[in-house]
Protein backbone atom coordinates (compact mmCIF):
# COMPACT_ATOMS: atom_id res chain seq x y z
CA UNK A 1 0.00 0.00 0.00
CA UNK A 2 1.44 3.53 -1.05
CA UNK A 3 2.28 5.81 1.85
CA UNK A 4 3.76 9.16 2.55
CA UNK A 5 7.53 8.93 3.96
CA UNK A 6 9.20 11.62 5.93
CA UNK A 7 12.82 12.04 6.81
CA UNK A 8 14.31 12.44 9.45
CA UNK A 9 12.32 10.90 11.95
CA UNK A 10 14.21 12.89 14.52
CA UNK A 11 15.82 16.44 13.94
CA UNK A 12 18.04 18.46 16.69
CA UNK A 13 19.39 21.57 15.68
CA UNK A 14 20.28 24.62 17.46
CA UNK A 15 18.04 27.82 17.81
CA UNK A 16 18.80 30.15 14.90
CA UNK A 17 19.97 27.42 12.63
CA UNK A 18 18.07 26.59 9.44
CA UNK A 19 16.17 23.19 9.27
CA UNK A 20 14.23 21.41 6.19
CA UNK A 21 12.06 18.70 6.91
CA UNK A 22 11.53 16.40 3.73
CA UNK A 23 8.57 14.57 2.44
CA UNK A 24 7.75 11.97 -0.20
CA UNK A 25 4.20 12.19 -0.80
CA UNK A 26 2.17 9.38 -2.56
CA UNK A 27 2.93 9.51 -6.25
CA UNK A 28 -0.15 10.30 -8.31
CA UNK A 29 -1.23 12.61 -5.30
CA UNK A 30 -1.64 16.32 -6.13
CA UNK A 31 -2.59 18.32 -2.52
CA UNK A 32 0.41 18.60 -0.01
CA UNK A 33 -0.25 19.79 3.98
CA UNK A 34 2.00 20.25 6.79
CA UNK A 35 0.65 20.15 10.21
CA UNK A 36 2.41 20.02 13.29
CA UNK A 37 2.13 19.17 17.18
CA UNK A 38 3.29 20.44 20.22
CA UNK A 39 3.79 17.83 22.92
CA UNK A 40 1.05 17.46 24.84
CA UNK A 41 -1.18 19.67 22.31
CA UNK A 42 -3.40 19.35 19.57
CA UNK A 43 -2.28 18.98 15.96
CA UNK A 44 -2.11 22.44 14.52
CA UNK A 45 -2.59 22.97 10.67
CA UNK A 46 0.21 24.92 8.94
CA UNK A 47 -0.19 24.90 5.03
CA UNK A 48 -1.81 23.14 2.38
CA UNK A 49 0.14 23.72 -1.43
CA UNK A 50 -1.16 22.59 -4.92
CA UNK A 51 -0.23 23.33 -8.40
CA UNK A 52 3.43 24.77 -6.94
CA UNK A 53 1.73 27.09 -4.75
CA UNK A 54 0.68 27.55 -1.01
CA UNK A 55 -3.41 27.40 -1.57
CA UNK A 56 -4.22 27.61 2.42
CA UNK A 57 -1.79 28.56 5.26
CA UNK A 58 -2.64 29.55 9.19
CA UNK A 59 -1.68 32.54 10.91
CA UNK A 60 1.02 29.87 12.23
CA UNK A 61 2.79 29.93 8.76
CA UNK A 62 4.46 32.95 9.45
CA UNK A 63 7.42 34.32 7.03
CA UNK A 64 10.21 31.86 8.69
CA UNK A 65 8.37 29.20 7.17
CA UNK A 66 8.63 27.90 3.56
CA UNK A 67 7.24 25.09 1.75
CA UNK A 68 9.22 23.70 -2.10
CA UNK A 69 8.23 21.11 -4.38
CA UNK A 70 12.01 21.29 -5.41
CA UNK A 71 11.22 17.89 -7.61
CA UNK A 72 8.52 15.45 -8.42
CA UNK A 73 9.04 13.39 -5.70
CA UNK A 74 9.95 15.58 -2.57
CA UNK A 75 8.10 18.32 -0.71
CA UNK A 76 10.17 20.80 1.98
CA UNK A 77 9.13 22.49 5.02
CA UNK A 78 11.92 24.95 5.61
CA UNK A 79 12.11 26.92 8.69
CA UNK A 80 14.47 29.71 8.50
CA UNK A 81 15.69 30.45 11.78
CA UNK A 82 14.27 27.95 14.11
CA UNK A 83 13.20 29.37 17.84
CA UNK A 84 12.82 27.14 20.54
CA UNK A 85 9.02 26.82 20.34
CA UNK A 86 9.36 25.14 17.28
CA UNK A 87 9.94 22.02 18.75
CA UNK A 88 7.28 19.74 17.69
CA UNK A 89 6.17 16.71 15.82
CA UNK A 90 5.64 17.73 11.99
CA UNK A 91 3.45 16.13 10.03
CA UNK A 92 3.22 15.73 6.03
CA UNK A 93 0.16 14.28 4.52
CA UNK A 94 -0.94 14.49 0.97
CA UNK A 95 -4.64 14.16 -1.25
CA UNK A 96 -5.46 13.16 -4.46
CA UNK A 97 -6.77 16.34 -6.19
CA UNK A 98 -10.60 17.36 -6.03
CA UNK A 99 -13.01 15.33 -8.71
CA UNK A 100 -16.49 17.18 -9.24
CA UNK A 101 -16.29 19.02 -6.19
CA UNK A 102 -15.17 15.76 -3.94
CA UNK A 103 -12.30 16.57 -1.62
CA UNK A 104 -9.82 13.62 -0.91
CA UNK A 105 -8.83 11.40 2.28
CA UNK A 106 -5.20 13.19 3.62
CA UNK A 107 -2.93 10.50 4.08
CA UNK A 108 -0.14 11.62 6.62
CA UNK A 109 3.60 10.61 7.33
CA UNK A 110 5.02 9.35 10.73
CA UNK A 111 6.03 12.70 11.79
CA UNK A 112 9.42 14.08 11.98
CA UNK A 113 10.39 15.08 15.95
CA UNK A 114 12.23 18.20 15.63
CA UNK A 115 13.53 19.15 18.75
CA UNK A 116 15.61 23.16 19.01
CA UNK A 117 17.75 23.53 21.72
CA UNK B 1 -13.23 30.35 14.14
CA UNK B 2 -13.69 26.24 14.00
CA UNK B 3 -12.95 24.11 16.69
CA UNK B 4 -12.60 20.49 18.05
CA UNK B 5 -13.04 19.29 21.48
CA UNK B 6 -12.45 15.60 22.44
CA UNK B 7 -12.20 14.22 25.95
CA UNK B 8 -8.86 14.02 28.01
CA UNK B 9 -7.37 10.64 28.22
CA UNK B 10 -5.73 8.52 29.12
CA UNK B 11 -8.88 6.20 28.85
CA UNK B 12 -8.06 2.57 29.89
CA UNK B 13 -10.27 -0.62 29.39
CA UNK B 14 -9.95 -4.16 29.98
CA UNK B 15 -10.61 -6.26 26.35
CA UNK B 16 -14.35 -6.67 25.48
CA UNK B 17 -15.21 -3.46 27.21
CA UNK B 18 -17.11 -0.94 25.67
CA UNK B 19 -15.29 2.12 24.47
CA UNK B 20 -16.79 6.03 24.26
CA UNK B 21 -14.99 8.94 23.07
CA UNK B 22 -16.49 12.26 23.15
CA UNK B 23 -16.22 14.75 20.63
CA UNK B 24 -17.77 18.07 20.08
CA UNK B 25 -17.19 20.72 17.31
CA UNK B 26 -17.75 24.38 16.49
CA UNK B 27 -18.05 25.31 12.88
CA UNK B 28 -19.95 27.66 10.81
CA UNK B 29 -21.84 25.78 8.16
CA UNK B 30 -21.72 22.45 7.24
CA UNK B 31 -18.02 20.75 8.35
CA UNK B 32 -16.85 17.52 7.58
CA UNK B 33 -15.69 15.40 10.69
CA UNK B 34 -13.43 12.69 11.11
CA UNK B 35 -11.62 9.99 13.58
CA UNK B 36 -7.78 9.60 13.07
CA UNK B 37 -5.81 7.07 15.12
CA UNK B 38 -1.97 6.82 15.80
CA UNK B 39 -0.88 3.57 16.34
CA UNK B 40 3.31 3.90 18.33
CA UNK B 41 5.33 4.59 15.57
CA UNK B 42 2.85 5.74 12.78
CA UNK B 43 1.43 8.19 11.06
CA UNK B 44 -2.15 9.20 11.69
CA UNK B 45 -5.09 7.33 10.06
CA UNK B 46 -8.19 7.34 8.87
CA UNK B 47 -10.68 5.89 10.63
CA UNK B 48 -13.74 6.68 9.84
CA UNK B 49 -15.70 10.01 8.65
CA UNK B 50 -19.30 11.76 7.91
CA UNK B 51 -19.76 14.40 5.74
CA UNK B 52 -23.38 15.20 6.80
CA UNK B 53 -25.52 15.78 9.29
CA UNK B 54 -27.18 11.90 10.66
CA UNK B 55 -24.28 10.22 8.78
CA UNK B 56 -22.93 7.19 10.25
CA UNK B 57 -19.11 6.42 9.61
CA UNK B 58 -18.21 3.40 10.78
CA UNK B 59 -14.72 1.00 10.29
CA UNK B 60 -13.50 -1.70 11.90
CA UNK B 61 -15.80 -1.87 14.65
CA UNK B 62 -16.03 1.73 15.39
CA UNK B 63 -18.75 4.04 14.96
CA UNK B 64 -19.59 7.80 15.20
CA UNK B 65 -22.79 9.40 14.30
CA UNK B 66 -22.69 12.94 12.79
CA UNK B 67 -25.01 14.75 15.33
CA UNK B 68 -25.51 18.40 13.96
CA UNK B 69 -27.77 19.35 17.17
CA UNK B 70 -25.51 17.95 19.60
CA UNK B 71 -22.56 19.20 17.55
CA UNK B 72 -21.27 15.74 18.48
CA UNK B 73 -19.13 13.20 16.88
CA UNK B 74 -18.59 10.72 19.43
CA UNK B 75 -16.56 7.50 18.51
CA UNK B 76 -17.56 4.08 20.10
CA UNK B 77 -16.84 0.78 19.56
CA UNK B 78 -18.97 -2.33 21.47
CA UNK B 79 -15.72 -4.71 22.28
CA UNK B 80 -12.20 -3.36 22.38
CA UNK B 81 -9.27 -5.14 21.57
CA UNK B 82 -5.67 -4.89 23.16
CA UNK B 83 -4.83 -3.87 19.24
CA UNK B 84 -7.04 -1.10 19.50
CA UNK B 85 -4.56 0.87 21.89
CA UNK B 86 -4.15 4.24 20.24
CA UNK B 87 -4.27 7.51 20.28
CA UNK B 88 -7.25 8.73 18.87
CA UNK B 89 -8.11 12.07 17.32
CA UNK B 90 -11.15 13.57 16.23
CA UNK B 91 -11.13 16.45 13.62
CA UNK B 92 -13.24 18.91 11.27
CA UNK B 93 -12.96 20.35 7.92
CA UNK B 94 -14.95 23.17 7.16
CA UNK B 95 -17.48 23.53 4.20
CA UNK B 96 -14.99 25.78 1.98
CA UNK B 97 -11.40 24.79 3.57
CA UNK B 98 -8.72 22.08 3.36
CA UNK B 99 -7.47 21.94 6.79
CA UNK B 100 -8.19 19.67 8.75
CA UNK B 101 -9.28 21.18 12.66
CA UNK B 102 -7.90 18.44 15.47
CA UNK B 103 -8.82 17.74 18.86
CA UNK B 104 -6.06 16.90 21.22
CA UNK B 105 -6.60 13.35 21.36
CA UNK B 106 -6.94 10.74 23.26
CA UNK B 107 -4.29 7.86 24.59
CA UNK B 108 -6.36 4.55 25.02
CA UNK B 109 -4.97 1.73 26.74
CA UNK B 110 -6.34 -1.59 26.28
CA UNK B 111 -5.34 -4.70 28.75
CA UNK B 112 -5.93 -8.02 28.38
Known sequence: EPEVTQTPSHQVTQMGQEVILRCVPISNHLYFYWYRQILGQKVEFLVSFYNNEISEKSEIFDDQFSVERPDGSNFTL???????????????????????????????????????? | GNSVTQMEGPVTLSE????????????????????????????????????????????????????????????????????DSAVYFCALRGEAGTALIFGKGTTLSVSS
Request: glycine letters at 8%; hydrophobic letters at 30%.
Open chain 2, 16 to 83: EAFLTINCTYTATGYPSLFWYVQYPGEGLQLLLKATKADDKGSNKGFEATYRKETTSFHLEKGSVQVS
Open chain 1, 78 to 117: KIRSTKLEDSAMYFCASSEMRLAGVRREQYFGPGTRLTVT
